[in-house]
């Protein structure tokens, strides 16, 4: 293969591979957005690891859509974005009113509560972030001493982590604040579970404690083993990455054919190996990529006279045995003779041993010293079958 056209297959090989790996990086990343906080998702941020474990342990849940829930059932509130502030206040007097809401908030909760009639300080809000460097927890209240949690920022937006520093009761935190703990409001319950990213399928694969602790909770508060779901936003990745992924298929689509351009390239470039050919044949594209090399490789090497030498002497002792003639006897002599044997003009050959003679061919192009090859070995083929068809008249 000649070196502008290797160079030219290496760069289109480059492109489509760059564009393979671009594609499917994307891809990933776009998959990881949009399967976040999926109940029906088992990639590693989703959370089908978390419904199956409630289906398993008898917990029957439906999703709603709507304020204010049925006050007959209590609610799981996946704050994956925020809610509008009318949203929010609703939901406060809902739970105000007897409600109980177990908040799972990634970043910032949506139920904050205010501080306290009796804080001195009433522009103080009832939770603030805290950024935490310890990861692992435990628990002084009963039944969840046994119990390590792990918190995880992995998919969080901020290192930070909420705490409320006065709930009523607090599970899991620090002296500044709990991040699991139970508020009462009105005459409702609060239970803020502010680290969603903690319940996700691949955080529970690695600390098994932090389902447990959530199965505790709905366990301690929720009457009954029925309960409303309700999720803030079903794309928290937001809108953009919804709407590409509308246009998957066709995605896949251009990957796919990216793919097959890449296979059918590469078979094209490996598809002579292992396969017998002649090397020299002007029909045969491979043979000349071949051919051309070794006349790169003999001039890089400056032993293109060699070859040449060795090509005529072969040639010439094979036309000397046809026409029964010595060495030594003028070639002018010897073609007349071949002339006569064969019924064909070479004459040629006696112009052929006048170029190869010449300063001006023996260090000539690659280009003529590749012609010169050929020539001198076309009338070698030429002259071995007529010698094997006219073998009874050499006898």
Partial sequence: MKP??????????????????????????????????????????????????????????????????????????????????????QL?????????????ALNYPNLE???????????????????LTKYAYTSKVFPFQELVYHLNNETAATNSFFLAPNPTQGFYGTKQGYFIYVHNYGAGILIGFNNLSGLTNKHLHQHPDNSV?????????????????????????????????????????????????????????????????PLINAQSPVANEFVFSLAYLFQTADARNLVLTNLWEALLEMITKITDQTRHTPLEIIIMRLNQLTGKDYRRLIMLQETLNHPQYRKGSKKQFLELVRELDNYREELAKWKKSNQHFML
Wanted: aromatic share 12%; hydrophobic share 40%.
């Fill in 213 to 277: 602790v959530f199965l505790m909770l709905l366990k301690k508060y929720f009457p009954t083993q029925e309960f409303l779901i309700y999720q803030t936003s079903n794309n928290p990745a937001g809108p953009a990455v919804q709407q590409s992924a509308n246009y998957y298929e066709q995605y896949f689509l251009g990957a796919g054919i990216l793919l097959i351009g890449l296979g059918l390239l590469l078979w094209q470039s490996t598809r002579r190996f292992g396969r017998k050919r």
């Fill in 113 to 131: 509560i205010p501080a306290p009639p009796n804080d001195q300080n009433k522009e103080k809000s009832f939770l603030h972030s805290v950024h």
């Fill in 4 to 89: 502008a056209k290797q160079l030219f297959t290496k760069i289109i090989l480059l492109t489509i591979c760059s564009l393979i790996i671009i594609f499917w990086s994307w891809a990933y990343q776009n998959e990881k957005a949009l399967s976040l906080y999926d109940p029906n998702s088992d990639h590693p941020f989703g959370l089908k690891a978390l419904h199956l474990l409630l289906q398993e342990t008898g917990w029957s849940y439906q999703t709603t859509t709507s304020f204010p829930p049925d006050l007959q059932k209590p609610l799981v509130l996946l704050s994956t974005t925020l809610l509008s502030p009318e949203d929010q206040q």
């Fill in 92 to 104: 406060l007097e809902w739970v105000q009113k007897g409600g109980t809401v177990l908040e799972v």
